[in-house]
Every structure is written in structure tokens, then in C-alpha cells.
């Protein structure tokens, strides 16, 4: 352990050089308040068009995904989707509680929803896909491993160090979005009802289990599942690191599994296999809020397992190449 923590120190301060973690921040400084006064100019369209009434909006939306259903242009998953929502939105409706109720915490936990999949997985990716290829692109690798130090403790070094930035990169972009989108919305919102446990099958939706939580804890419970996600999508590009020789390379890689899963979970239905590739488990979220899962019979276990064999692999995939393989050639 003792040779460890100057490793894992040594690994942190590199990455901190290398300032892709200043230019994530940047990122979300520049996004988040696009995105803030995007749904701001939104809520004003609403208000204005509902009078401040949400239930007249709310059953607006009702009406209209019912009305789209009659439709022979869209697909039969859109209005299986469709009806799914139609029931949501009336149990919000029935309960007397306005799902989109605007503050700061609502627009980070709507954010945080639509960035699991794909947004925040790129920014993992920033920093984890050059991790070991950058340093055998550079030939830092060849001075590391010519100390006396056993590989497995300098790869597992550059994982913790990952790890730690992980979690840094998820904390940060729930700071940022609360604290901007704040600005616009208000800091309220923590104590709002949200209601989870919704239960499909097939068209119909089971409410028997859903019960409210606050949003605080629904935020928690949230950050839990996209720290999950994070974490297994760094492993990932961590492993193509190693096997990768280009940083280049390693990062084209990822771009296109990560862009691949957006693909596939939109058209995937018909093809029940793809549930175990992990690109399309990457929504953990959709399960807290009752979304449809993109191939029937996905759940949150099933993707909780699927996510925990790929990134298991990724490790000892990692640690056997790295362990064994000529990287000072």
C-alpha cells in the first residue's frame, strides 16, 4: 500500500497536467447555461400558452400522445412508448403533482437523465482513453516500467487515479448544472414528490409499487446508478488504452461504441441479443423514471449485471495484457 499512494499521487498529478479535466469543466460551463436558458425559454412558451397551469399542460400532452396514436406513420415502439407516457403523465396528473415543476434541482435531474447514455459517458472518456496509450505514444511508459516497481501496481495506479477523476467528473456536472440552472429556476425543489417503481409490461404499466420520494433522495439514487455507468464506461476506455497503441485509435474506439449504442437503443427492439452488449444498458435511469427499456425484458438488475460482467472484463483484460504483453518495444 506504501508503494502504492505515491503511484496513485504521481498518476493524479499527471492527469491534472495534462488539463483535460480543466476542459471538461469548461465544457459545462459553456453547455449547461445553453441548455438552462433553452428550458427556461421553454417553460416561458408554456406558461404562457397554459396560463401557469400545469394540469391544463399536462393534459394537453395527454391529449396529444392519444391523438398520435391513430397515426399509421409512427412506429408501433413510439406508441408503445406513447402509452406507457399517456399513463405516467395521468398518474402524476390524478396525484396532483407537477412532474416538471421548474427548479434548479428539476432541470438536474431532467439533465442528468438525458446525459447518462452519451454526454457524460464523452467526458469520461476525455480522460480515461490515453491514460497508457498516451504515455506509449510519448515513451513515458518505457522510463515508468524500468523502475522497480511491479506492473500490475503502476496499471493499478492509473485505474484508481481514473477512478477518483470518475467520480470528480460526475460530482462536478451535478454542481454546475444545480448552480447555473439555479440562477434561472431557483434553488428550491429538493423536497418536490417524485414519483419511481413504475412497473411495464408491454403496453400496460403497473402502479401498484410506484411510490414518491423526494427529489433529493431521487437525485441521490440518481447519481448512484450514473456513477455506476461512469465507472464502467472508464474501465472500458481504459482497456482499449492498453490495447490500443494511439491515442488516436483509443478514442476513435469509444467515440463509436458510445455513438453505436445511441443507434442501436433507438432500433434495437427487433434484436433482442444486442441487451447484452453494454452500450445499451448504459440508461439506468430510465428505470427510476418508468421509461420503456429499449428491447423487451431488460431491467435494472439485468443491466446492473450486464454493465457489471463488461466491466470486470475490462480489468482483467487490462491487467493481463499490460502484466505480460512487450510494451517497452
Known sequence: MTNLLPLIRNECTKIIKKKRFYVILLILLVLVPMFTYAQMRIAERSRDKFNSDWRLEIQQRITDNQNSLSSDRIPEEWKSYRRIFIQQLQYYLDHDVNPNEPSGVTFTREFLDNSVSLFIPLLIMAVASDLVSGERTTGTIKMLLTRPVRRWKVLFSKMAALLMFVSLIVLSVFVISYLISGLAFGYRGF????????????????????????????????????????????????????????????????????????????????????????????????????TPAPIEGMTLPFSLAVLSVWGLAAIIISFAVFTKRDILN
Open 191 to 290: 423536497n418536490i414528490p417524485v414519483f419511481t417503481g413504475f412497473q411495464l409490461s408491454g403496453d400496460t404499466v403497473d402502479m401498484s409499487g410506484v411510490h414518491s420520494v423526494p427529489q433529493w433522495k431521487y437525485l441521490l439514487m440518481q447519481g448512484g446508478l450514473i456513477w455506476f455507468v461512469s465507472v464502467v464506461v472508464a474501465l472500458l476506455a481504459f482497456m482499449v488504452s492498453v490495447l490500443v497503441r494511439s491515442t488516436a485509435a483509443s478514442i476513435v474506439v469509444m467515440m463509436a461504441a458510445l455513438i453505436a449504442g445511441t443507434i442501436l437503443t433507438n432500433m434495437a427492439a427487433a434484436w433482442s441479443t444486442a441487451k447484452y452488449l453494454f452500450m445499451v444498458n448504459l440508461g439506468l435511469t430510465g428505470y427510476l423514471a418508468g
